[in-house]
């Protein structure tokens, strides 16, 4: 079997960390700070930060700033997933990875943890426009512990949770019994299993990748001083949803910078702390993770 191969300058007890987040999650003029922020907080407790990104079609797990550079200069940065990653190889182009290429990309160099803010899921309205994310399939197939906290608010939140069960895939929450939902600590959705020791997670997490060959979600939810009332999130989405459009993988960008809009940024700054709450546990997790 052929695998993907990558630049790897992942160190020891490395952290994935995404691109797409930083080239199109956030205002394009806060991506490097964002960056050099996560890092931080990854290298504060103890592992390694591993930015993964595409570069002229070269992967890449753990570039450097002048890299990362390279993609905020560049005028135009393609959103890689599984499906049209060696497309984007092929024809040299850049790209920057989405949940599901990051974990692709970092089980290809070993990384056994990665952090992001939310999954992608299945869209409100399957049945009639089927719209599932390449993420939910990926755990299938890479043996990567994904900390995040939950799966995005937009989506079907129970048909997602529903999915991974199907797909086989372990959802255990941190410090929390039920599968939280972005900017919401919880939905009505439960997680297999609660940990609320970093070590006795790293334990079963380390067993688990090792055992399956699959990944792992690990659950964190929103700081609570970060969570969005219920009451806001319902009548911004609402409206958000009735002023933005746009087809496929576009859509979910264009409701979530509506959303920026009618929250006055408050969606954003949640969105910020909670990747920074994520990227503090993982880094946690892969430090406390047997070698």
């Known amino acids: 079997m052929m695998h993907t191969r990558v630049v790897n300058r992942a ?15 956030v205002p394009r003029d806060q991506g490097p700070a964002l960056a050099s922020l996560l890092a931080s907080i990854v290298r504060e407790e103890g592992a390694s930060p591993a930015l993964v990104g595409v570069l002229a079609g070269t992967p890449i797990v753990g570039m450097t700033d002048d890299e990362l550079g390279a993609l905020f200069d560049a005028p135009a940065v393609a959103k890689a997933n599984t499906s049209n990653l060696g497309v984007l190889m092929h024809r040299a182009r850049h790209a920057a990875t989405t949940v599901s290429t990051t974990m692709e990309l970092a089980a290809a160099a070993g990384v056994r943890v990665f952090a ?3 999954l992608g899921g299945v869209h409100e309205g399957y049945g009639t426009n089927l719209d599932i994310s390449a993420d939910l399939a990926a ?8 900390v995040t906290s939950g799966v995005k608010s937009i989506l079907d939140v129970v048909s997602t949770r529903e999915a991974l069960e199907t797909l086989g895939v372990p959802v255990v ?20 299993a609660r940990f609320d020791t970093v070590p006795e997670l790293a334990g079963f997490v380390a067993s ?7 990944g792992v979600v690990v659950a964190n939810p929103i700081p609570r001083e970060a969570e969005i009332a219920l009451h806001d999130w319902d009548l911004w989405l609402t409206k958000a949803r009735e002023t933005a459009s746009a087809p496929g993988r576009d859509a979910t960008p264009a409701i979530l910078g509506a959303l920026h809009t009618l929250s006055g940024g408050r969606t954003l700054h949640a969105n910020i702390e909670l990747v920074k709450d994520n990227a503090r546990l993982a880094a946690r997790l892969a430090a406390a993770m047997p070698r």
Do not use: K, N, W
Request: charged content about 20%; cysteine-free; overall charge positive.
């Open 11 to 25: 160190g020891s007890g490395a952290v994935a960390l995404e691109t797409t987040l930083l080239l199109h999650g």
């Open 173 to 192: 929450g941190f410090r929390t019994d039920r599968f939280p939902a972005f900017y919401l600590r919880e939905s009505p959705a439960g997680v297999d």
């Open 116 to 118: 992001t803010g939310g």
């Open 139 to 146: 755990f299938t197939r890479f043996p990567v512990a994904v």
């Open 208 to 214: 688990e990748l090792a055992r399956t060959g699959r």
